[in-house]
């Protein structure tokens, strides 16, 4: 016995598999012992259904071309098919230069977060003395139904403001702790990216013409 010969049924005839596992034309790889195509069969998922066909002593030589891919000895692992076509589309998608844009926008803003930090205080601060000046109204004033519903509306739009700014400050605060100089080296990677000058190590006269 040659060995054995590894084929699944495409259309109702055999498709013998080459070394690589794909499905040729040609007489396909013969691996010589046949735990060796057992042991691919039951590793290669690629195909429904595998089955070993035996390859008696005196038939004559594949053509060469069938054995220009390198082939699995029975004690090594044999080459696995390639991956499913989903995840080749997965492999091939490009990231998206908006991605890098928003990165780029947020290290450009490094040194713009003092600024904000100041603008929100000021916000807070407004509330604050918005909310002191209805206090100190509702205990020196007697109010009607009409300016009672017209102070708990704007006490309570107030109140809704004085909390998104807060949460705001909270949030500008923690992200500048945590990624401070993070965003510092950032910006410089930018700079120096957009900024890069190759300089020739011995081909002076090249760079020049």
């Keep these: 016995m040659k060995g054995y010969r590894i084929y699944a049924m495409v259309e109702g005839n055999k498709a013998y598999l ?49 054995l220009s891919a390198p082939a699995p000895t029975d004690t090594e692992e044999p080459i696995q098919p390639e991956e499913p076509a989903e995840n080749e589309e997965t492999k091939s998608e490009e990231i998206p230069e908006e991605f890098f844009e928003s990165i780029r926008i947020i290290a450009e803003s490094a040194n713009q977060l003092d600024g904000y930090i100041d ?3 000021s916000q807070l601060s407004h509330d604050d003395l918005a909310i002191t000046d209805m206090m100190h109204y509702i205990e020196f004033h007697t109010m009607n139904a009409a300016t009672t ?36 080296q950032l910006k410089n ?9 190759y300089t020739p190590r011995v081909l002076d006269g090249l760079f020049t013409e």
């Design 18 to 66: 080459d070394a690589t596992l794909k499905i040729t034309d040609g007489p396909g790889y013969i691996w010589k012992k046949q735990v060796a195509a057992e042991n691919v069969i039951a590793k290669c998922t690629k195909y429904e259904s595998l089955a070993i066909e035996p390859v008696p002593d005196d038939e004559t030589k594949p053509a060469q071309a069938e």
């Design 119 to 121: 603008l929100l205080v």
């Design 149 to 184: 519903m017209h102070l708990a509306k704007l006490l309570k739009e107030t109140l809704k403001h004085r909390r998104e700014v807060k949460n705001k400050i909270q949030i500008i605060q923690d992200f500048r702790r945590s990624t401070n100089n993070s965003l510092k």
């Design 189 to 197: 990677t930018f700079h120096q990216i957009e900024t890069r000058v």
